[in-house]
């Protein structure tokens, strides 16, 4: 199990990360702001500390994780 953090954004309610499986996990929200599902990537630590350290996080994603959901 991994443990989401909660972050400010449109587009994504938390993310969170499993070193030991590489495992970046994100929770989404839809366009009302709901809380929706919650999706796995094979991406290693910096990804996700890039992530949660960009301005824009659903920006980041959008350009950097979507386009690649299985890149090591």
Do not use: C
């Not at 919650?38 to 630590?45: E, S």
């Not at 996080?57 to 950097?64: L, T």
């Amino acid at each position: 199990i991994v443990k989401l953090i909660e972050v400010e954004s449109k587009q994504i309610h938390a993310a969170g990360y499993d070193p030991e499986t590489q495992t970046l996990a994100i929770r989404f929200k839809n366009w009302k702001g709901e809380i929706t599902g919650l999706y796995h990537y094979v991406a290693p630590q910096k990804r996700f500390d890039e992530l949660m350290t960009a301005e824009s996080i659903g920006g980041d994603f959008n350009a950097n994780i979507k386009p690649f959901p299985d890149t090591k």
